[in-house]
């Protein structure tokens, strides 16, 4: 391989989604039950009478995670809990999920133990079965493999591809605030290599910084909208940012959008910490990653029952495809909405 | 935790399944559907009509693959065959895969694309769908993470725990070959580093290098045993040697066993390899790993139907739980069973 070298491609010219269309884009469906391959949050497969679901994601030290301030409890519960939003992405009720860890011999057995703990943390929480997995020895770094299953019923599920013309934005929770807990702790970790003597200042953070390194997926919104009878037309979850993923549901369902930048959900704390880096809120909610909320579209018949819960914000409309995706500042100017989101490859 | 580093326990001390079991002893199951957890081939998830059967393995670079002498395409076929294995050891039909590969930068694009070539080729051999996946950064070397979906019914479905005493031990194909086929591309690997305008013989040994690099998993022999209506009472797939499989059904069913040296299907070309290499191919078969053929038990009374079966080797029978497991050699010598395996942690 290494002859060819200057004529082959690099991985990061592609971008993540690049990568996976040009990777993924000569295989078929063989199996007249999926009903749903890639393309989504998840999978589905149909056993007549349930639809399951299933998802996988891997995080990777030094890419997805930084072990000098990442518990590894908190690690083994936020692995799962971030695969467990995909499958209530779906409007899907997760059951199993399958662990597959490579650890280095730099790894103790208890340090193998506090990630299960936090896995068993999350199964507890979130009322699933850890169904099996795989442990194996690697030769540098740790990664974590986990795949969620779930179910759904076929006519509750909701893909990415349903949002209609003058359906409602909607998000749960608030935005940005995994980011900002992420920007802390690289901040007090510089801080601690240049003088070790130095205790680093996490005390004043401590929400942001539960964001980032304990995030939890999103059942509650889940029940909430199944109790209200409210079955979101699109939905995906947050785990690039708001800008990417009000890209995938426009793409996916041929529309556009326009959201607007003050109803957009920013803790204090959140707003708080942008301002130390100068850096605008704004910019952490739209391209901020990790925080699992979710993003949804409703038809506006909804608009009554959402539109006085505390725990969901309406935050725009979606729009015909013929128009260009915008973003309504605070000052009213009309800006282009960009996904930078996250892309490992680039960093 | 570095201030406690001499009090942890080293991960290779505990070995492959002492580290799965003491890692998930304190999992509970919560969900009613869960048929079959952690402890077989595959979990097993009860959806009414059928059951749907899950597995998942990593491969790691340096430790489940030399990428010096393995053929990207073959690795990708090679994953999912691995993991497909798993799913015909339950008398399961595989339907799906996910595939999670972790890649460093100095991967181009046109790697994970033969890679993925690999992976399509097996899928379409085996009829089966990519359900999607994740594709991440690595900060060194390559991993790639597969799960398996499959479906069984619920009267087909084979365990590991089935074996009853008098039942025969059957094997599928040939054993020791990808073994075999793993000292050979070690040996060469050795001589070209020593002498890299040696070129490396391997035309002589097509059949145990395939064995290791592109195996095939055991779908025929599935089919076989439907036709001819046997049910096997426990069945297990081969990736560490027999004599580690054949502990784990004793384990599971409660019983014992004993093997005859002399009924162990082992090819010429196995043979020959190991005594190049002045290793007894016995030992290739019993602690040789990845040949993924079945191992399984069945009742006595299926004898007439399995004894001129081409692709099955009777080579002994279950025992009660009482009497040690023994290996009766060539010469009429009774020696103990002891798995050596493999144990990617103790390499």
Redesign the interface.
Known sequence: ?SKK?DS???????G?FG??D???K??K???K??IM??GDD??V?D????Y?I???????????FDITYSPLKHLGYKVVTANLSDIYAMNGNP??I?A????S?R???????EI?KGI?LA?EKY???????????????L?I?I?A?GTANPDQIVYRNGAKEHDLICVSGNLGGAYAGLLILEREKQTYKANPDMQPNLNDYSYVLERQLKPEAGKNIINLLKDLKIKPSAMIDISDGIASEIMHICKNSGCSAVIYEEKIPIEKMTSNVAHEFNIDPTTFALNGGEDYELLFTVNQADYEKIKTLEEISIIGHITHKSESKKLITVSGNVVELRAQGWD??K?
Chains 1, 2 share one sequence.
């Open positions: 391989m070298k082959l491609t690099n991985i990061s010219e592609l993540e990568l996976i040009r990777l993924t000569n295989f469906n063989r199996n039950n999926t391959g890639i998840a999978a497969i056993n007549l009478n349930s399951t299933i998802t996988k994601d891997i995080f990777s030290e030094g890419v997805h059951t199993h399958f597959g860890i490579g650890v011999n790894y103790s057995l208890e340090a193998l133990e299960y068993e199964c009322d699933i079965d850890l169904g099996g997995g795989d442990t194996v020895a690697s030769k540098s770094g990664f493999s795949t299953i490992a490859f960093k």
